[in-house]
């Protein structure tokens, strides 16, 4: 059997992992935006397809028979991609996203739908934030030059970026006495983040939520193709679907 992965979580390399262990032939494509990426079992592609154009004619030339979207809740594009590709090939299509934080006592969340809804709310009402949502998203935040920006990514990011700034270059998973540390070692007063889900970057809500600090949420878009897809939300679930789909 053979199938195609579409992302580079951790989700997407523990499904590649055990597909592999059970004598599939799995192809996982990454989309090339970190240099030194953490590899998975099986084959591995890097960079794009050229579209749902593109992606399809691979699938067909690959004999692929079924497609695992298990990109980031926040790369639309090649969600959107795999569901077109599913609808034209005809290819069982199985969405591995993980479940979405979920407000907690203690919380005080700011629910903003856009980055640029969130850089306006902080260039608002803080002086100190504290970005945690990768290196694609940082141009909103750059007309701010009041402010004093602590972000947080794999790799340095390029401008256009805010004018009084620190980077930290660092991957997760980070645990939540650091974060509190962090938190206080920068006198941060709000922490801006997209609600990614996932164990990984968590400790930095229950850190906010231990200093009392405001999280100002980007929320996620819907999933493309849900309407097509067999949603699973943990690699076991994901397991399973591919199993009764292909």
């Not at 407000?103 to 002086?127: C, H, K, L, T």
């Not at 990011?157 to 206080?184: C, F, H, Q, T, W």
């Not at 897809?229 to 199993?243: K, R, S």
């Amino acid at each position: 059997m053979r199938a195609l992965i579409l992302g580079g979580t951790a989700e997407a390399r523990a499904l590649a992992k055990r597909l592999v262990g059970e004598g599939w032939f799995v192809t996982s494509s990454l989309a090339g935006r970190v240099s030194n990426p953490k590899l998975p079992a099986g084959n591995v592609r890097i960079g794009g397809f050229g579209g749902p154009a593109g992606l399809t004619r691979w699938l067909i030339a690959d004999a692929t028979e079924v497609i695992i979207d298990a990109t980031h809740p926040y790369a639309e594009r090649i969600s959107e991609s795999a569901a077109e590709a599913a609808r034209a090939t005809g290819l069982p299509l199985v969405a591995l996203h993980r479940p979405a934080w979920e407000r907690q006592p203690g919380d005080n969340w700011i629910e903003v739908s856009s980055m640029q809804e969130a850089a306006d709310i902080v260039a608002d009402r803080f002086y100190s934030p504290f970005l945690t949502i990768g290196r694609q998203q940082l141009a909103p935040f750059a007309g701010d030059s009041n402010g004093r920006y602590l972000i947080r990514c794999v790799e340095q990011p390029a401008p256009p970026l805010p004018k009084n700034r620190k980077i930290i270059l660092s991957r997760g998973p980070y645990d939540v006495a650091a974060e509190r540390k962090l938190m206080r070692d920068y006198a941060v007063d709000c922490v801006v983040t997209k609600n990614s889900g996932g164990a990984a970057t968590y400790a930095k809500i229950e850190a906010a939520r231990d200093l009392k600090k405001p999280v100002v949420i980007v929320q996620r878009p819907q999933l493309p193709g849900a309407d097509i897809a067999t949603v699973a939300t943990t690699v076991d679930e994901a397991y399973n679907a591919v199993i009764r789909r292909a």
